[in-house]
């Protein structure tokens, strides 16, 4: 680590204000070139702390950055990954507040519940299958704090992985028999499809970055508790939305899920 334990705490208090505030800034590497993975991890241990400080409960996981077509977007190579708070969950219809945001983004994706624990090292696709209760369409609504979403990867990291919203189906699906390579995917905005994709998008396999997920939580001495929900990774690009806009997702075998933006 190359961050004292005070700069920690500082750009903790910094991207949270960020995000209260609905207010963007210049990415943290600018003033910490230094910041190495595990600053920047720790830094997003510190908003965690500081929410779960405030009351907040941890729902959940999420992989970024895990397609080809995001990493391309992004200009990067490797995953990342974020947690997922109860506020950022909403209604499946229901309405999500621009105001509260800065620039969000929809990105369509596959949500997986847990019934049982997963813990790395050795994690794979069989043992993320084996303890996945079921499968559910999700959107996940992304806002990274870093001005005009200008970043490198350890900022995105301390920003928690730009987290801010989702929403997830009620048509779950159970994983036996179904292979999620295939499972096809359309994103609409105000009624017109705007991205197509399917499951092997996603690191090849959607479980593939659930298990990748684990693995990086047993490195740094963490597991994924049974009843977890995990968004695996936009399978497309992510699409840019303002107020008035109406997202759906389309998930075959798991029915459509949807957001209104105000
Ligand atoms: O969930 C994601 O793939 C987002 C990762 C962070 C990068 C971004 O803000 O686009
Ligand atoms: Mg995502």
Redesign the pocket.
């Known amino acids: 680590m190359n961050l004292s334990t005070d700069t920690i705490a500082a750009l903790a208090a910094h991207l949270d204000d960020c995000v209260r505030e609905a207010r963007d800034t210049p990415k943290i590497t600018d003033d910490h070139p230094g910041m190495d993975w595990e600053d920047a991890y720790a830094v997003q241990d510190a908003i965690r702390d500081r929410l779960l400080e405030r009351g907040a409960r941890i729902v959940g996981y999420?992989a970024?950055?895990?397609s080809h077509a995001?990493m391309r977007q992004?200009s990067v190579d490797t995953p990342?990954f974020g947690f997922l708070v109860d506020s950022y969950g909403l209604p499946d219809g229901g309405e999500c507040r621009t105001a509260e945001l800065i620039h969000p983004?929809v990105?369509p994706e596959i949500a997986f519940v847990t019934k049982t624990e997963l813990k790395g090292p050795g994690c794979h696709i069989g043992a993320v299958l084996a303890a996945t209760d079921f499968i559910v369409a999700g959107i996940?609504v992304?806002d990274?704090r870093y001005r005009d979403?200008k970043f490198d990867l350890k900022s995105?990291v301390a920003d928690n992985?730009?987290a801010a919203r989702f929403v997830v189906g009620s048509q779950p699906l159970a994983v036996e028999g179904v292979d999620l390579r295939t499972l096809g995917i359309v994103l609409e905005k105000n009624g017109r499809a705007v991205a197509f994709g399917a499951g092997a998008a996603v690191l090849g396999h959607p479980a593939a970055a659930v298990a990748a997920l684990a693995n990086h939580l047993g490195a740094r001495g963490e597991s994924i508790p049974a009843g977890s929900l995990i968004?695996s990774?936009?399978i497309t690009e992510?699409v840019a939305v303002e107020p008035g806009d109406n997202v759906t997702l389309r998930v075959q075998g798991m029915g459509s899920v949807s957001l209104r933006f105000i």
């Open positions: 999420k970024g950055l895990t995001k992004m990342v983004k990105e996940e992304i990274s979403f995105v992985t730009s968004l990774g936009g992510a």
